[in-house]
C-alpha cells in the first residue's frame, strides 16, 4: 500500500481571501515504512503573507522571490501523489488550497481525487479520542513522537511528525525503516536464546576435587616463574 504523508504552509487561513500556498512537503510511506523518498518545495505566492501566519511558519515574502511559482512544479507533485492515499491533519484546509491553486491555473483535472485519495487523520484522531485536543501537537504528546526540533511549523517537518503519528494511532507500528526492522529481530532472538538458557536447559556443574585444585595451582606457579 503506498501512502504519501502531506503537509502544506499557506500565507493565511482562506483562500476565499486570495491566500495561497507557499510550502508543500509529501514523506512516501509503503506498507508502512518510510522509503526515504519525498516532495518539497517552497513557492512564490505573489502576494504578502499574513503577519499571524508568518508568525507560525516563520516564512517571509523576501525567502520567497526566487522560488517557484505553483504551475512550475504542479506536474511534479501530482506524479509524486498520483494513485496514493495521501494521509493529511485536517484535510479540508491542504486539500482546499491545493485546489484552488489547481483552479487558479486552470488545470484540466483540478480536484484531488482525480488524482488519489485521502484520509483526514483529524477525523481518526477525533473517533479515537473524542472530546480530547487532537491537533498535530497534541498527538505528537499523546503518542510519545518527539517534536522537539521543531521551533516554527514547516510542511516537511509536520509531514514527519504526522507520519510518525499516524503509525502509532493506526496500531502501533513505529520500525519506519529496515535497520530498525532488523535491531528489533535481532533483540528479539537474542531474548529468545536467554529464556531457553535460564528456563530450558538443566546445567550439570562439576566441581574440581581438592587434588586437581592443588594441581592447578602448582601449574599457575610453576608459569609464574617462566615469566
Known amino acids: 500500500m503506498r501512502q504519501i504523508v502531506l503537509d502544506t504552509e499557506t500565507t493565511g487561513l482562506s483562500t476565499s481571501?486570495?491566500?495561497?500556498?507557499?510550502?508543500?512537503?509529501?514523506?512516501?510511506?509503503?506498507?508502512?515504512r518510510l522509503t526515504g523518498r519525498e516532495f518539497h518545495r517552497f513557492l512564490n505566492p505573489d502576494r504578502d503573507i499574513d503577519e499571524g501566519a508568518e508568525a507560525v511558519h516563520g516564512i517571509s515574502r523576501a525567502d520567497l522571490e526566487t522560488a517557484p511559482r505553483f504551475p512550475e512544479v504542479v506536474d511534479e507533485l501530482l506524479d509524486f501523489v498520483r494513485d496514493a492515499e495521501l494521509v493529511i491533519h485536517n484535510a479540508d484546509f491542504d486539500v482546499g488550497f491545493i485546489e484552488h491553486e489547481l483552479k487558479l491555473m486552470q488545470h484540466p483535472a483540478p480536484q484531488i481525487e482525480q488524482h488519489a485519495t485521502v484520509l483526514d487523520t483529524l477525523k481518526v484522531a477525533?473517533?479515537?479520542?473524542?472530546?480530547?485536543?487532537?491537533?498535530?501537537?497534541a498527538l505528537c504528546k499523546r503518542y510519545a513522537v518527539d517534536a522537539s526540533k521543531r521551533d516554527v511549523h514547516g510542511?516537511?517537518?509536520?509531514?514527519?511528525l504526522l507520519a510518525r503519528v499516524y503509525l502509532a494511532m493506526t496500531g502501533?507500528?513505529?520500525?519506519?525503516?529496515?535497520?530498525?526492522?532488523?535491531?528489533?529481530?535481532?533483540?528479539?532472538a537474542q531474548a529468545s536464546v536467554?529464556?531457553?538458557?535460564?528456563?530450558?536447559?538443566?546445567?550439570?556443574?562439576?566441581?574440581?576435587?581438592?587434588e586437581e585444585l592443588a594441581a592447578h595451582d602448582a601449574l599457575v606457579e610453576k608459569l609464574r616463574q617462566t615469566v
Open 17 to 32: 481571501h486570495g491566500h495561497r500556498i507557499i510550502e508543500i512537503g509529501c514523506i512516501e510511506l509503503v506498507n508502512r
Open 194 to 210: 536467554a529464556a531457553r538458557r535460564a528456563g530450558d536447559l538443566d546445567l550439570i556443574v562439576i566441581r574440581a576435587t581438592d
Open 126 to 137: 477525533r473517533k479515537l479520542h473524542p472530546g480530547q485536543r487532537n491537533s498535530l501537537d
Open 155 to 160: 510542511a516537511l517537518i509536520d509531514a514527519e
Open 172 to 188: 502501533g507500528q513505529t520500525a519506519l525503516s529496515l535497520d530498525e526492522d532488523i535491531a528489533a529481530a535481532a533483540q528479539s
